[in-house]
């Protein structure tokens, strides 16, 4: 292999409470076609620390709490 394949998708939801208080959450999708072979230089943790070659997918999550003082 001589290359990447990696597809992110993503979904984020923002709250404005006030003028002065945010919340915010996203979600993060990593799909990675072929990773764990020959075919993707890509790989995720599934791949590499459990050896599994059909673990594709990386999931992420993140929030933000935000204060204007």
Do not use: I
Request: hydrophobic content about 40%; aromatic content about 16%; cysteine-free.
């Amino acid at each position: 292999a001589t290359d990447f394949s990696v597809w992110q998708f993503g979904l984020s939801a923002n709250y404005w409470h006030s003028k002065w208080v945010r919340m915010e959450v996203n979600y993060v999708l990593y799909f990675t076609p072929g990773s764990g072979s020959n075919d993707n230089l890509a790989g995720v943790p599934g791949n590499v620390f459990a050896g599994d070659s059909s673990a594709h997918l990386l999931h992420e999550l993140g929030t933000r709490l935000q204060l204007w003082l």
